[in-house]
Nanobody
Framework: VQLQASGGGWVQAGGSLRLSCAAR????????MEWYRQAPGKQRDLVAA???????SYADSIKGRFAISRDNAENTVYLQMNSLKPEDTAVYLC??????????????????WGQGTQVTVSS
C-alpha cells in the first residue's frame, strides 16, 4: 500500500489550497485517514482526521478554516484549507490505517504515510 499526496504550493495569506492523498494497492478497508503537518524545527502535529464513517476531528489551530473529507470509493482523503495564515506553512503529510489480505487470505493490518507536500503561505 502506498499513499500519494499532492496539492501543496505557495499562496498568499488569506488564500486557499486543497490537498489530496490517494491510497493505492491491495486494500480491503481503510479505517482512519489523517493529515499531519511539520514546520522546520518543530514536531509533527495532527491537523485533522476522518474515520471510515465520516466522523471528523480537528486541531484547535485550524478549526473553522480547514475541512477534511474522503472518497471511500477512491481511497482518497482531502484537506480543504481556507483563510491560510503564514503560520500554516509546513510540510503536510497524510497517513492512513487499514486492512489488507495476503494471497493466502491472511489479514494484515497496516499504517502508512505519504511523502509529504509543502505548503508555503506568505504574508
Amino acid at each position: 500500500v502506498q499513499l500519494q499526496a499532492s496539492g501543496g504550493g505557495w499562496v498568499q495569506a488569506g488564500g486557499s489550497l486543497r490537498l489530496s492523498c490517494a491510497a493505492r494497492g491491495s486494500i480491503s478497508r481503510i479505517n482512519t485517514m489523517e493529515w499531519y503537518r511539520q514546520a522546520p524545527g518543530k514536531q509533527r502535529d495532527l491537523v485533522a482526521a476522518i474515520t471510515n464513517g465520516g466522523s471528523t476531528s480537528y486541531a484547535d489551530s485550524i478549526k473553522g478554516r480547514f475541512a477534511i473529507s474522503r472518497d471511500n470509493a477512491e481511497n482518497t482523503v482531502y484537506l480543504q484549507m481556507n483563510s491560510l495564515k503564514p503560520e500554516d506553512t509546513a510540510v503536510y503529510l497524510c497517513s492512513a490505517d487499514g486492512l489488507s489480505f495476503t494471497d493466502s487470505g491472511e489479514p494484515i493490518a497496516w499504517r502508512h504515510w505519504g511523502q509529504g507536500t509543502q505548503v508555503t503561505v506568505s504574508s
